[in-house]
Protein backbone atom coordinates (compact mmCIF):
# COMPACT_ATOMS: atom_id res chain seq x y z
CA UNK A 1 0.00 0.00 0.00
CA UNK A 2 2.95 2.58 0.84
CA UNK A 3 4.18 1.55 -2.70
CA UNK A 4 1.13 3.05 -4.44
CA UNK A 5 0.59 6.28 -2.39
CA UNK A 6 4.42 6.94 -2.83
CA UNK A 7 4.02 6.28 -6.12
CA UNK A 8 0.85 8.91 -6.94
CA UNK A 9 3.07 11.99 -4.83
CA UNK A 10 5.23 14.19 -7.20
CA UNK A 11 8.64 13.68 -5.67
CA UNK A 12 11.63 15.37 -7.23
CA UNK A 13 12.68 17.48 -9.47
CA UNK A 14 10.09 17.28 -12.94
CA UNK A 15 12.97 18.23 -15.03
CA UNK A 16 15.21 15.55 -13.32
CA UNK A 17 12.05 12.67 -13.87
CA UNK A 18 11.59 13.99 -17.47
CA UNK A 19 15.41 13.36 -17.88
CA UNK A 20 15.55 9.68 -16.62
CA UNK A 21 12.50 8.99 -17.98
CA UNK A 22 13.30 10.07 -21.45
CA UNK A 23 17.15 9.82 -21.37
CA UNK A 24 16.69 7.35 -24.40
CA UNK A 25 15.20 9.56 -26.38
CA UNK A 26 17.76 12.87 -25.18
CA UNK A 27 20.74 11.41 -26.00
CA UNK A 28 20.02 8.37 -28.20
CA UNK A 29 19.89 4.12 -27.66
CA UNK A 30 23.34 3.92 -27.65
CA UNK A 31 24.28 6.82 -25.54
CA UNK A 32 21.95 5.46 -23.18
CA UNK A 33 23.29 2.16 -22.76
CA UNK A 34 26.33 3.36 -21.42
CA UNK A 35 25.02 6.32 -18.89
CA UNK A 36 22.85 7.27 -15.90
CA UNK A 37 21.31 9.92 -15.10
CA UNK A 38 22.21 10.51 -11.32
CA UNK A 39 20.63 13.64 -10.53
CA UNK A 40 19.95 17.38 -11.78
CA UNK A 41 20.49 19.82 -8.87
CA UNK A 42 20.29 23.54 -9.01
CA UNK A 43 20.84 23.36 -12.65
CA UNK A 44 24.16 20.73 -12.46
CA UNK A 45 23.63 17.62 -14.36
CA UNK A 46 25.49 14.50 -12.88
CA UNK A 47 25.46 11.84 -15.76
CA UNK A 48 27.70 8.75 -15.08
CA UNK A 49 28.91 7.07 -17.82
CA UNK A 50 30.63 3.13 -17.84
CA UNK A 51 33.88 3.39 -19.49
CA UNK A 52 37.12 6.31 -19.56
CA UNK A 53 36.68 6.54 -23.20
CA UNK A 54 33.28 7.55 -23.02
CA UNK A 55 33.52 10.05 -19.86
CA UNK A 56 36.84 11.60 -21.55
CA UNK A 57 34.21 12.07 -24.82
CA UNK A 58 31.63 13.05 -23.24
CA UNK A 59 33.93 15.75 -21.09
CA UNK A 60 34.77 17.42 -24.23
CA UNK A 61 31.37 17.68 -25.40
CA UNK A 62 29.70 19.02 -22.14
CA UNK A 63 28.58 22.08 -23.58
CA UNK A 64 27.03 20.52 -26.80
CA UNK A 65 25.59 18.10 -24.18
CA UNK A 66 23.86 20.78 -22.59
CA UNK A 67 22.16 22.64 -25.09
CA UNK A 68 21.57 19.13 -26.68
CA UNK A 69 19.69 18.53 -23.24
CA UNK A 70 18.08 21.78 -22.60
CA UNK A 71 16.86 21.54 -26.29
CA UNK A 72 15.17 18.59 -24.95
CA UNK A 73 13.46 20.09 -21.59
CA UNK A 74 12.34 22.80 -23.43
CA UNK A 75 14.12 25.41 -21.77
CA UNK A 76 17.31 26.50 -19.59
CA UNK A 77 17.27 24.03 -16.80
CA UNK A 78 20.54 22.86 -16.79
CA UNK A 79 23.68 24.92 -16.54
CA UNK A 80 26.14 22.76 -16.16
CA UNK A 81 26.98 18.94 -16.79
CA UNK A 82 29.09 16.54 -14.62
CA UNK A 83 30.15 14.04 -15.71
CA UNK A 84 31.85 10.34 -13.97
CA UNK A 85 32.90 7.44 -14.19
CA UNK A 86 30.38 4.82 -13.02
CA UNK A 87 31.72 2.77 -10.95
CA UNK A 88 31.88 -1.35 -11.83
CA UNK A 89 31.77 -3.86 -9.05
CA UNK A 90 32.35 -7.45 -9.06
CA UNK A 91 35.22 -7.30 -11.71
Known sequence: ??????ATLPLGDPAERALVEGWGRAVGADEAAHSVVERLERGRLT?????SVRHYEW??????????LNG????DTIKEVQV????????
Not at 47 to 51: T, W
Not at 59 to 68: F, G, I, S, T
Not at 84 to 91: A, D, H, I, N, P
Open 72 to 75: FLGG
Open 84 to 91: KLRKTYGR
Open 47 to 51: VAVDS
Open 59 to 68: MMRREELRAK
Open 1 to 6: MLTEVL
